[in-house]
């Protein structure tokens, strides 16, 4: 079956649910966790208010910390569970490559990520992270909502 688990997450209440999912599906299954988290590198010519009003090192900073927290939240999880977990923070403008690129490198055989459920004209201009998973992917995702 499966042995090893990516766990993306953006920190939003639909991914928390998809972790708590992933954790308990691989506690049963007796399989690891990867946890991860893609924040977008620095730019100095952006729309993202926070990159206009940082350095770069204090961006990177900020951002180091803020997916530290998030990664804290699926290792926390892991190991309520007594799952083994590692997880990895990387820098990319498009989060549906750093999962797959990310599901490669660790040798993972399944992807448990969220569905916000945007449908309609939102879902069609705000795209679908989870939908360029399965669409460009050859991995297995299960896919929470």
Known sequence: MYKRILLPT????????AIAAGVDFAKAIGA???GLTAVPPFHTFTMDAAMLEQT????????REHAQRLLDDVSN????A???CTCAHVYS????????????EKACDLIVMASHGHKGLKG?????ETQKVLVHGSIPVMVHR
């Open 93 to 104: 403008d498009s989060p549906y490559e750093a999962i797959l690129s990310t599901a490669r």
């Open 56 to 63: 770069k090192e204090e961006y990177e900073m900020a951002s």
């Open 10 to 17: 953006d920190g939003s209440n639909a991914s928390q649910r």
């Open 82 to 84: 007594g799952v083994p």
């Open 77 to 80: 999880a892991a190991r309520d």
């Open 32 to 34: 690891e966790v990867i």
């Open 124 to 128: 069609l201009l705000l795209g679908s």
